[in-house]
């Protein structure tokens, strides 16, 4: 195995134990980790960091690819909540494997009014820091974090990929931070 | 597992009477498509098990993806507001592909129900906390998408074809009368 991530478990001599590692490079990271920086495409020519956002809450929404055939897809519904994040001050911010063309295609025809960044070249390198990419598929989990406004990751949650995880966790974790 | 947040009460739209062994609550945007597929399968349902199954239905307009939702959803409440919920519901739910052209005013006029008042609700918004309070109920239900249904206030995370809903709505009845004997 050749991935970067800082927290994955040890490929130790229980065969079951590396084979769950080899579908998803490791652990999810946990609440009380610093949230590993990183500076992705938010469009085909501007970047954007984490430490960028330092000061507000931030909510990463790792998800698998773009164009998902859903009705009121995993993005989509958070599109529809984002007033309610913004009560919170808290930044979303959704990541896939997909190019910066492909998010701006994706963004315009969903109407999607928050950045969708690419964890696009290397492939993944960010999820897999964060322990939440499959690296049979190729894509990102359906991976959930929120970030206080330090920096430290408070909450995470990993999904079954079918699984559309919904809000009430994120909007639970944020209430906990406001408390 | 997610399970519903907001209890049933008599604030909702319901058929089927309060002592029935399940309640099924339905989170649906007039505009999606795939409730319009599940309408019709819900009817059906609702026939299967009569006076066993009780029906909720609560809005869940995807007003960005679907920019007739939203008045779509008020106006249903406006006719539940003169006794006429369901009648609404059927009626849009059977001109969804007419959604578009806004055809509101003419669909109360069908149900007999004052299409001025109903113009005047709209531009004030008169329903809009209502549609949005079963919004954010059923986002802190962890409602994912439309239609989500609700089992006895567990989130159906299965298909939503007619054997899938009759298999869970059964399986809910046998645990209910388990729960019950012990």
Same mark, same amino acid.
């Given at each position: 195995m050749t ?11 229980n065969?079951a134990?590396?084979e769950?590692?080899?579908i ?5 990271l946990a609440?009380?980790?610093v949230?590993p920086?990183?500076t992705l495409?938010v469009?085909p020519?501007?970047?954007l ?6 000061g507000?809450p ?9 164009w998902?055939?859903v009705c009121?897809?995993q ?6 909540i ?10 979303l911010?959704g ?6 063309w ?7 025809a969903?109407?999607l009014h ?13 999820a897999?820091?964060?322990?939440a ?5 190729g894509?990102?989990e ?10 430290i990751i ?13 809000a009430?966790?994120?909007?639970e ?6 408390k | 597992?997610?399970?519903?947040k907001?209890p049933?009460?008599?604030e909702?739209?319901a058929?089927g009477?309060?002592?029935a062994?399940?309640?099924?609550v339905?989170y649906g945007d007039?505009?999606c498509?795939?409730c319009g597929?599940?309408y ?13 199954l009780?029906l ?5 307009p995807l007003?960005? %993806?679907?920019?007739?939702? &939203?008045a779509? +959803?008020?106006?249903a409440?406006?006719a539940g507001?003169?006794g006429? #919920? ?9 001109n969804?592909?007419?959604?578009g052209g806004h055809p509101f005013?003419g %669909?109360?006029?069908?149900l &007999?129900?004052a +299409?001025t008042?109903l113009r005047?609700?709209?531009?004030d918004?008169e #329903?809009?906390a209502?549609v949005r309070g079963?919004?954010m109920?059923?986002v ?5 998408g439309?239609p989500?249904f609700f089992i006895n206030?567990?989130?159906h995370?299965?298909?939503?074809d007619?054997e899938s809903l009759?298999?869970?709505i059964?399986a809910?009845?046998s645990a209910a009368k388990?729960?019950?004997k012990a």
């Amino acid at each position: 195995m050749t991935h970067s991530s800082t927290t994955a478990t040890p490929t130790d001599l229980n065969p079951a134990a590396s084979e769950e590692a080899s579908i998803s490079l490791g652990r999810l990271l946990a609440a009380g980790v610093v949230a590993p920086n990183f500076t992705l495409n938010v469009t085909p020519d501007q970047t954007l960091s984490l430490h960028d956002l330092r000061g507000r809450p931030v909510i990463l929404a790792f998800y698998p690819a773009d164009w998902s055939p859903v009705c009121g897809d995993q993005m989509g519904l958070y599109n529809e909540i984002l007033p309610e994040f913004q009560k919170f001050r808290a930044e979303l911010l959704g990541l896939s494997v997909d190019g910066p063309w492909c998010h701006r295609a994706f963004a315009e025809a969903r109407r999607l009014h928050f950045p969708l960044l690419s964890d696009f070249e290397p492939k993944g390198a960010i999820a897999r820091q964060y322990g939440a990419y499959r690296a049979a598929e190729g894509v990102c989990e359906r991976a959930l974090f929120v970030i206080d406004k330090s920096g430290i990751i408070t909450w995470s949650y990993c999904s079954p990929i079918a699984v559309n995880p919904g809000a009430d966790g994120i909007l639970e974790a944020l209430e906990d931070l406001a408390k | 597992m997610a399970m519903l947040k907001v209890p049933v009460t008599s604030e909702d739209h319901a058929q089927g009477p309060d002592s029935a062994e399940v309640t099924l609550v339905e989170y649906g945007d007039y505009e999606c498509p795939h409730c319009g597929r599940a309408y019709p399968i819900v009817k059906r349902v609702q026939k299967h098990f009569g006076k066993r199954l009780r029906l909720v239905f609560r809005n869940f307009p995807l007003g960005e %993806l679907h920019p007739h939702a &939203e008045a779509a +959803a008020e106006t249903a409440e406006f006719a539940g507001a003169h006794g006429k #919920f369901w009648e609404m519901h059927d009626l849009l739910y059977e001109n969804q592909e007419r959604l578009g052209g806004h055809p509101f005013l003419g %669909l109360a006029e069908e149900l &007999e129900l004052a +299409a001025t008042a109903l113009r005047q609700a709209l531009e004030d918004g008169e #329903f809009e906390a209502r549609v949005r309070g079963d919004f954010m109920g059923g986002v802190r239900s962890g409602v994912n998408g439309t239609p989500t249904f609700f089992i006895n206030g567990r989130r159906h995370d299965g298909p939503f074809d007619f054997e899938s809903l009759v298999t869970a709505i059964k399986a809910a009845m046998s645990a209910a009368k388990s729960a019950a004997k012990a």
